[in-house]
């Protein structure tokens, strides 16, 4: 197996803009130049809103995208051009809220709670801790680390480390959590992915018999069920919790791609499309989301690890 690694930073000579523009916390690593980055098929740039994004790039002509502000994938194109991932044409990037679209992270909670919707770690700057090329396929990982932004809601000493490989027709996802605290702690978590839809014609197998905790009507009441539908569509206001879910999903997102999710420990799944609550873009996209809903409990030194992997035919 043909394999390079390397640490490594911003190099302000490659990128004299992030100089003038940026600080990188926790990115004091070897620095690559623009020709070493290029082989490894790993660069950072420049993205909306000037914010520092990493673009991975294949032998095999696909490209990613992720933003190193909330650990963010925001575009993942086959070698056709075509983008899997959607963004929400209402998301802003300046560090204000969270980008709205791409792969978010929800971390230490899902959902509503005792800290902000979605916890921490999609409001947080990520950094790069590493590279490589195998055969041709790029890989980054990014890691965040509590500060004291994050200990004001949730006062845990943790590590997190998100390793995202990108080859030809798949795109995947590797998140570690450790408890770097002399204490346990619990979380909950997921990947709020938006995939690029024609809703109207958007589908998912592989649910049926889930239990189901249903959004709909009452977010705040959800009402327990079994799935029964061997397809499960988007006729209107979708939010809805599967437990139990199973190691691999199918997406068909209605316009013409059929795209295979799956995982190994994300227990279980969301599937959500705000419908008339967001007019603007609710027909263009699906969210199938990977979950933990239920609390991971970790020791001191103990880590939780899941992983997620999107391909297509």
């Not at 971390?107 to 700057?125: E, K, L, T, V």
């Not at 590279?131 to 509590?146: M, R, W």
């Not at 809703?199 to 029964?228: F, Y």
């Not at 873009?281 to 609390?295: L, W």
Request: aromatic share 10%; with cysteine.
């Amino acid at each position: 197996m043909a394999m390079t690694s390397m640490a490594f930073s911003v190099n302000t000579v490659a990128f004299p803009n992030l100089r003038r523009s940026h600080r990188f916390p926790g990115m004091a690593f070897a620095s690559v130049n623009s020709k070493e980055s290029a082989s490894l098929g790993v660069r950072v740039t420049e993205g909306e809103g000037n914010l520092p994004k990493v673009v991975l790039t294949s032998s095999g002509g696909s490209e990613a995208e992720i933003y190193l502000y909330g650990g963010c994938i925001t575009s993942w194109k086959v070698a056709n051009g075509k983008d899997l991932l959607f963004v929400r044409p209402d998301a802003v990037f300046n560090k204000k809220k969270p980008i709205s679209g791409g792969v978010p992270h929800c971390f230490p909670q899902f959902g509503p709670g005792a800290m902000q919707q979605h916890g921490f770690a999609r409001n947080m700057d990520w950094s790069v801790v590493e590279s490589e090329n195998v055969e041709g396929n790029p890989v980054v990982t990014l890691e965040l680390k509590d500060e004291p932004y994050s200990r004001a809601m949730w006062d845990f000493s943790f590590h997190a480390l998100f390793k995202v490989t990108l080859n030809t027709k798949s795109l995947s996802t590797e998140l570690k959590v450790k408890n770097t605290d002399n204490k346990a702690f619990s979380f909950n978590t997921a990947l709020h992915t938006y995939f690029r839809a024609s809703v109207s014609g958007a589908s998912v197998k592989g649910l049926k018999g889930c239990k189901t905790l249903n959004k709909d009507p009452d977010p705040k009441n959800p009402l327990e069920g079994v799935e029964e539908r061997d397809v499960v569509t988007f006729p209107g206001f979708v939010d809805c919790i599967y437990l139990g879910a199973p190691n691999e999903l199918q997406l068909d997102n209605g316009l013409g791609d059929l795209i295979s999710i799956k995982n190994t420990n994300w227990s279980d799944a969301v599937l959500w499309n705000p419908h008339l609550q967001m007019e603007a873009c609710y027909k263009d996209f699906v969210c199938v989301e990977n979950a933990k809903i239920g609390n991971v409990e970790l020791e001191p030194e103990q880590t939780w690890t899941a992983v997620q992997h999107l391909s297509i035919a």
